[in-house]
């Protein structure tokens, strides 16, 4: 066995990825890019929809989804965020990121 694992439809070729469906090795060549990932042809495609469609037709994965608290995470983070760059501002004086990140180096070299 070869230390690469080449493609499954062209044994001289080495696969940069694998089918998301039977995990077939698949080069560059055969790599159909779909939105969920990358599979080896069509059918598996197709296959891959079908058991997609199957699992939320039976109510999906018991993952249940919240606005509210979606929305209190995004308020979170964007909260977060702010906080980061304004105590930032008032520690290096300046918004801009280049800036920043010369002020930050200059300050970890003071304090190391
Ligand atoms: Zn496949
Ligand atoms: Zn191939």
Redesign the pocket.
Known sequence: MSARTM????PT?PAVTSCKRCSAP??S??KLAMPEGAFCSMACVKEFRDFQSRIWADGGPRRRFSLRATIRYLFTVVILVIVIVVALYFWLGTTDPVEMWENLRRQFRLLF
């Open positions: 493609c499954r439809r062209h070729k698949i080069c060549e055969c």
